[in-house]
């Protein structure tokens, strides 16, 4: 059983028991259907799409309906595969605002790239937020992973810089890049992220650059606002969702359209889960 089969969804529980015997098709059903989906986070786009397939298909039992649902979401979500390439330098640059469980994630990415045989530098670019680079500093340390780090209120793309020439150097094939994630101040942001962008463009390939946002799975509809600052200043490769439990909000993935990666379920390294889009759909559409 995946993780998401053990986790479960609130929501798709919910939806699974909106259908049920003798349940009428008419005009209520899909307004409130459209309710539901909305308050789910799946935004009126989709909640009204989905709402249409539904009265297109007019399913006549639960069964029917919720893998009218779960067919809908499956053309809605992807996943992707972050494979650092192992004779080259690959830099994986990782978004999100303060609070999501960034540094956290870093650290997971870290373990799982390290178990898997890369050599793993992080560099320290969250160079603004108070105690980010001591928190990563302590993973690096109990990781054994190398760290690239200048003092607090350095310039975040010189931290980026030193740490591609010195991963190059000793021959490291992955740098797994903190940054800054001050929403208050968007416009520094969103300058600050595009001038680190050019730096690791000029120097990495791009089949080797990866930008990568961390999303906390409870926060629901202030994941896509970020996702769409983020995406505005450098372009988002893959989300990390963070945080996700049975209460989390997975609605906000079907809304952002950017492929998902990975998944954290705790605060231990270990947990960290390749993003599985079948158990997920199946899991969100009470299947």
Known sequence: MGIFSKIGSKFGAKLASFFGAGTKLDESFFENLEDMLIEGDFGAKNAMQISDIVREKK???????????????????????????????????????????????????ASFYKEKGSKVVLAAADTFRAAAIEQLENHAEKLSVRIVRQDSGSDPGAVIYDAISSAQAKGDNLILCDTAGRMHNKENLVRELQKIDKIVCNRVKPE??????????????????????????????????????????????????????????????????????EEFVSALAGV
């Open 59 to 109: 399913p006549k039992t639960q069964e029917e309906f919720l893998s009218v649902v779960h067919e809908c979401l499956q053309n809605k979500i992807s996943s992707t595969e972050l494979v650092p390439s192992s004779d080259e330098l690959s830099v994986y640059l990782v978004l999100g605002v303060n609070g999501v469980g960034k540094t956290t994630s870093i650290a997971k990415m």
């Open 208 to 277: 080797n650059y990866k930008k990568i946002l961390v999303i906390d799975a409870t926060t629901g509809q202030n994941a896509v606002s970020q996702a769409n600052v983020f995406n505005e200043a450098v372009g988002i490769d893959a989300l990390f969702i963070a945080k996700y439990d049975s209460q989390s909000k997975g609605g906000a993935v079907v809304q952002l359209g950017i492929p998902v990666a990975f998944v954290g379920t705790g605060e231990k390294y270990a947990d960290i889960h390749v993003f599985n889009k």
